[in-house]
């Protein structure tokens, strides 16, 4: 069973206004794919905290997908109201990896996947697709509308790869 890793923004009503995107896309892009992984036997790997790991949690798990692993990173300053948020949503999936920093997630999360896809950008997306260059470098998979341009420089050194739209995306997963 291959291991989809969906990596995105939490803050995406910001991201979606620094694209042009209307309010809503990236939620309801999680939402398809996490059915689509679900129905076509992928294990999904995710991180749950809010956001784009979230949402496609959820609807894997709605959708009774086989496989799912939260990685739930802890900060050594963290709440204990947004700690116990955490687990909650970790609770969807079947199992879950609570031993993480923040800065060990993004290379347990190339490690523990065979393909990332990429729903938009952030800060920690970003990281998370270039920790992908130290391990066994997964491709990722990118639906181009969701971002803007990487940098030149990055990708000279991690693959990434574009799709128009999700839906052309979720067609080359089928070819894993």
Known sequence: MKRIGVIGPTNTSLIESKINLPNGTIESAAGHLGKFLAENSFALVSVP??????????????????????????????????????????????????????????????????????????????????????QKGPPIYAVAAFMSQIPAEVLAEIKVIYFERLEELEAALSTL
């Open 49 to 134: 905290a809010r956001g784009v790991g979230l949402w496609v949690l959820e609807s894997y798990n709605k959708a009774k997908g086989p496989d799912a692993l939260a990685l739930t990173p802890y900060a050594a300053e963290q709440s204990k109201e947004y700690a116990d948020k955490v687990r909650r949503n970790a609770e969807l999936a079947h199992r879950v990896r609570d031993d993480l920093t923040w800065g060990d997630e993004p290379f347990e999360l190339a490690k523990a996947c065979d393909c990332l896809v990429a729903l938009g950008l952030s800060c920690g997306t970003l990281v998370e697709m270039i920790a992908t260059k130290w």
